[in-house]
Antibody
Framework: EVQLVQSGAEVKKPGESLTISCNGS????????INWVRQMPGKGLEWMGR????????KYSPSFQGHVTISADKSISTAYLQWGSLRASDTAMYYC?????????????WGQGTLVTVSS | DIQMTQSPSSLSASVGDRVTITCRAS??????LAWYQQKPGKVPNLLIYAASSLQSGVPSRFSGSGSGTDFTLTIGSLQPEDVAIYYC?????????FGQGTKVEI
């Protein structure tokens, strides 16, 4: 069974750094691109960027470029979302997700979400 | 960036009603369009991909149509368990964008 399992909830102060993770299991990790999606409290889904775990190439949404870093370690089937300096406005639920399409059929896999709270 | 615009932002309908949600892309995305359902406190669930293909296990009352820039999600007969927020998603060129969501209430 394919699963994306995310790290647990985090509470941080403004200015602190943070890395959250997404571990893939039940499949060859390099097969699916891993996307990160933000959902602020009571708001919609926002795509942040994605990584190809096979070659670690990354595409960012312009809205998030420069504020977060997406990376992956294929050897341990894990993708990461990193902040160098958190802001209160980073308070949100963060999901990793994949949409894998082959031969005209698509399947979606989502992590359970990681709640990040940034407060002084 | 490809922008996705959903309408309406919310709707209220009765059980058994036919419900239609529309999604417009700012440029041609062919059929690289998915629809998700998100219930409160839950992870988004894929309903439709490739604009009109029903995900396995999704009730047949859900259907999708459209191509290019204009797309529609239809719930053929609204059920109480369909109360949720629905999002369209562009996935052309492996760069995603989501619509702002449509809240469906009974």
């Amino acid at each position: 069974e394919v699963q994306l399992v995310q790290s647990g909830a985090e509470v941080k102060k403004p200015g602190e750094s943070l890395t959250i993770s997404c571990n893939g299991s039940g499949y060859k990790f390099a097969t699916y691109w891993i996307n990160w999606v933000r959902q602020m409290p009571g708001k919609g889904l926002e795509w942040m960027g994605r990584i190809d775990p096979d070659d670690s190439s990354v595409k960012y949404s312009p809205s998030f470029q420069g504020h977060v870093t997406i990376s992956a370690d294929k050897s341990i089937s894990t993708a990461y979302l990193q902040w160098g300096s958190l802001r209160a406005s980073d308070t949100a639920m963060y999901y990793c997700a994949s949409l894998y399409c082959t031969n005209g059929v698509c399947v979606a896999y989502w992590g359970q979400g990681t709640l990040v709270t940034v407060s002084s | 960036d490809i922008q996705m615009t959903q309408s309406p932002s919310s709707l209220s309908a009765s059980v058994g009603d036919r419900v239609t949600i529309t999604c417009r892309a700012s440029q041609d995305i062919s059929n690289y369009l998915a629809w998700y359902q998100q219930k409160p406190g839950k992870v988004p669930n894929l309903l439709i991909y490739a604009a009109s293909s029903l995900q396995s296990g999704v009730p047949s009352r859900f259907s999708g149509s459209g191509s290019g820039t204009d797309f529609t999600l239809t719930i053929g007969s609204l059920q109480p368990e369909d109360v949720a927020i629905y999002y369209c998603q562009n996935y052309k060129s492996a760069l995603w964008t989501f619509g702002q969501g449509t809240k469906v209430e009974i």
